[in-house]
Structure formats: C-alpha cells, structure tokens
C-alpha cells in the first residue's frame, strides 16, 4: 500500500502547486503587462500566423498562430476573479468581417484595442502551463525578447545533455540523438511559446536519465510519473511523447553494459510507458474535473474533446502517419542508415539484438500515437512530425547496437597497417 499512497502524495502535492501558481498568475492584472503587450503587436502582425524560420516549407513553419492565442489568454484573464480565469482559460474570440476566421495575431490585436470586450471562447481543456509563465515574463520582457530568452534556456539544456550524454556513452551512441534533433529542426521550437515547453521537458528528462539511469527502477517510475504530469500542465498536445521518449532512449542507451535480456527491457519500457501515461493522463483529467467545478462546463465537454482527437474525418489512420513521415529529410535520413547498415555487415554484434529490439519497440511509439490521435496527427503534421525524433534516435541506435565496434576497429587498423607495407 505504501507505494500507491506515494504516488497520490506526490500528485496531489504537485497538482496543487500547478493550480496555485496558474491562479497565482492571474493575479496579474492587466495594466502590469500592457506596455510590453502593445509593444510585441507590430512584429506579430508584420510576421502572420505562420511565419518560415530561415528556409520555405512546412518543415520550417513557426507557430505564431498558438503563440497569438496564447498571449490572448494571458490579456484575457480576469484579476478579479483569478481562479476562474485560470481554470477556464478563456480568451477573445472575435469575428468581424473584416478579420479572418482563423488569424490569431489579427483576433489578439483586436482584443488589446477593445479591452473592454469580454472573452467568449473557453479552452479549458489545457492546463496553460506555459501562459502562466509567460505572463510573468511579460512583466519585464516583450513577447520577442521572450523568444530569445526560450531561445537561451532551451541552448543551454542542450549543450548541458550534450555534454552529460557524451561522458555517459560517448559520441557514437550519442550522435544518433544529435542528429535526430537536427533533421527534426531543433531549432525552430527554440523560438516558440508553444512548442519550447516539451522540447526542455524532454531535454531535462534526459539529463536527469544520465545522472540517474541506472539507479532503481522505483526512481526511475517516479521521475517518469511526474515528467507526464508536467507535461500535461506545459504542453497544448504539441508533441508530448517527446518527454517520454527522450528519457527512455537514454535510459536504454545506459543499458548496454548491463547485458539485459529482452523480456527484462521490455518490462522495464512498459512500467515506464505506464506511468508516465498514468500521470499525463491524471494531470490531464483532473483539469477536466477543476473546469467543471469552477466554470459552467460539463463532463460533455471532456468526451467530446477526446473523441474529437482521436476520430477521423475524410482521411484514414494511415493517412495521418503517412503526412507526418513524408516530412522528414528522408534522403538524408536513409544515408545515415544506409552507412550504419554497411557497418553492421562488415561486423556484427549478436549481443547487441536484445538492445536493438528494445530501441525497435521505443521507435514505434509515434506511430502508435499518430495512429490513436489521428485527427490531430493529421491536422497538424506540420509540427507533430517532430515527434519522430524519438523514431530516428531509435533507428539509427538500432544499427549502432548490432555493430561490433571494437572488432571494428582491429579490422580498422589491420587495413591501415597493411595499406602501409604496401606503400
């Protein structure tokens, strides 16, 4: 029963620390952020929904549209009622003729000259983790002075996993997830209020897992369980698996010189799976549950939100998986794993096919969740597609597992000895 009892504990502490800071946030009035507010309209309207981070295509695509709707939920909410506020996230909607259904820099825009309309779109179904932040840094910076700020975090946690993941396997196991990073655009979740939240969750979950993936699995669960329930308050179902994936493939990595037969890794995969479901999916609903209890919302809402994500319309399941794995650099891609197949021909590793199966498993996740969320997969493949860097890591590490390195290198130096009698 202890064991149980903890996990409730550590629920309970932190669900009740989100929603005191979330109300906590709305405390803020209004006029505290308005100067830095109006001051990061002229750059938003000039840039659009969708403004391209260096190169044309969707791969490159930033998110301007959810940042907009963001900061309309932060100038949106009521001081006055700041619970409320907070557990509805309601924001200002508005639709005159002259403005397009779907511009959200447009609808924020006309929600800071006309302060006085009330919100009329609830989106209580997010915890909006990252508004509550942002509406204290909105205190001392602009909305692009934020992006660089994100920008900043989100380098440093890389450089600090880089170099925490290198000591722990040195560079060829750690290059995979290197490049994974960089053939998903790593770079332009930098530059985003609505997609930095899990790629520092993720970030921060592997370095955790470099410092304490070997330490016991009770440890292990827990971190997990609480990653899902951060990630549930941070995350708008941008690409949330990545704080899964990230810490499992560092923990597998970490593995490798623990000879672990396959059914002992894949019941380690599954409880971690499992608990960090359970807390996504906990922290998930008990936000269903607070809307209801402080807003006019009703168990209606929560069924319909989810039969929403997972339903299909005039596309298949398929059709989901299929647009957001056409938009990786697939050439690029298939070299990498065409030099890594080569190698392992030349010399294989038996012992490795324990870990290959493991990193096989682990790789499939997206498309499990691309499968289940379709709808959303679907509509927006533009960014989910990023969640594939767990499947490239695991693709590339697969091979790195089945190749024999040291005996790699003796066939190496041999050649080289060789080549230099002959010369």
């Known amino acids: 029963m202890k064991a149980p009892l903890k996990y409730l504990k550590v629920f309970a502490i932190l669900i ?10 709305s405390l803020i009035p209004y006029k505290c952020i308005q100067k830095n507010i109006e001051k990061s309209l002229p750059e938003l309207l000039e840039d659009g929904n969708y403004p ?3 190169l044309e295509g ?6 301007n549209l959810t940042d907009a709707l963001i900061l309309n939920v932060i100038i949106s909410s009521d001081s006055q009622n700041p619970v409320r506020s907070a ?3 309601s924001y200002s909607f508005q639709n005159p003729d002259d403005l397009n259904k779907w511009h959200a820099v447009l609808h924020l825009d006309h929600k800071v000259k006309n302060m006085e309309l009330p919100p009329n779109t609830p989106y209580g179904r997010y ?4 508004a509550a932040v942002c509406k204290i840094l909105l205190l001392v910076m602009t909305y692009q002075q934020i992006k660089w700020f994100l920008h900043i975090v989100s380098t440093l946690l890389l450089l600090i996993f880089a170099v925490k993941i290198v000591n722990k396997a040195g560079w060829i196991k750690s290059l995979p997830i290197f490049l994974a990073l960089l053939f998903a655009n790593f770079f332009v979740t930098q530059f985003s209020i609505q997609f930095f939240p899990v790629m520092a969750i993720a970030l921060i979950g592997g370095i955790w897992m470099c410092e304490n993936g070997l330490k016991s699995q009770k440890k292990i669960t827990m971190f997990l369980f609480i990653i899902g329930i951060l ?5 708008l179902l941008t690409t949330p698996l990545l704080t899964l994936g990230f810490p499992l493939i560092v923990y597998l990595i970490l593995q490798a010189e623990e000879k672990k037969s396959i059914w002992q890794l894949f019941k380690s995969i599954f409880i971690l799976c499992l608990f960090w479901l359970i807390g996504f999916a906990s922290a998930w609903s008990i936000k269903w549950l607070l809307v209801i209890i402080f807003s006019d919302a009703t168990t209606l809402y929560a069924i319909q939100a989810i039969k929403w994500r997972i339903s299909t319309g005039d596309y298949t399941r398929w059709d989901a998986m299929d647009a957001n794995f056409n938009l990786l650099p697939l050439v690029w891609f298939n070299l990498v794993l065409t030099f890594l197949l080569l190698l392992t021909f030349f010399s294989f590793n038996k012992k490795g096919i324990p870990l290959a199966i493991a990193f096989l498993t682990v790789g499939l996740l997206p498309y499990l ?3 289940v969320l379709a709808d959303h997969s679907y509509l927006h493949w533009w960014f989910t597609y990023r969640v594939q860097i767990i499947s490239m890591s695991c693709a590339m590490l697969l091979f790195v597992s089945l190749i024999d390195w040291e005996r790699l290198k003796l066939k190496y130096k041999a050649f080289a000895k ?3 009698k002959d010369n």
């Open 127 to 130: 915890w909006f983790g990252s």
């Open 369 to 371: 969740w691309y499968f």
């Open 52 to 54: 391209k981070a260096i």
């Open 16 to 25: 009740v620390s989100l929603f005191t800071f979330s109300v906590l946030s």
């Open 58 to 63: 969707h791969a490159y695509r930033q998110d």
């Open 87 to 89: 557990m509805n996230n």
């Open 231 to 235: 990630t549930a308050y941070f995350d």
């Open 418 to 420: 060789a080549k230099r």
